[in-house]
Nanobody, 121 residues
Framework: QVQLVESGGGLVQSGGSLRLSCAAS????????MAWYRQAPGKQRELVAT???????NYADSVKGRFTISRDNAKNTVYLQVTSLTPEDTAVYYC???????????????WGQGTQVTVSS
């Protein structure tokens, strides 16, 4: 069984910053991609940023230069440093990871339960 648990969300004023964390635990053999998505009220879930096991990153155009994704492979943890926040960044932020639970098994995607980020103007 695999769990992804996010933390670090909250209420912040426009221009503020937060650091989101997501720790993967359970029966994990190997982790490939880790990523953050977000879903604002009434909108579809959208990709925010991804990071490979080798550290290659990719960002949505809307967050480039403001958000930074990183990971600690020893801790099976991915982080998202979010800065210069605007009310348009208000959303539930979800962590996701593509991993294998044992050698020879398929890669599967797992999701966390989400953490709310609210930016006031």
């Amino acid at each position: 069984q695999v769990q992804l648990v996010e933390s670090g969300g909250g209420l912040v004023q426009s221009g503020g910053s937060l650091r989101l964390s997501c720790a993967a635990s359970g029966s994990i053999f190997s982790i490939n991609e880790m990523a953050w998505y977000r879903q604002a009220p009434g909108k579809q879930r959208e990709l925010v940023a991804t990071i490979t096991s080798g550290g290659t990153t990719n960002y949505a155009d809307s967050v480039k230069g403001r958000f930074t994704i990183s990971r600690d492979n020893a801790k099976n943890t991915v982080y998202l440093q979010v800065t210069s926040l605007t009310p348009e960044d208000t959303a539930v932020y979800y962590c996701t990871s593509v991993l294998r639970t044992s050698i020879g098994t398929y890669w599967n995607r797992y999701w966390g339960q989400g953490t709310q980020v609210t930016v006031s103007s």
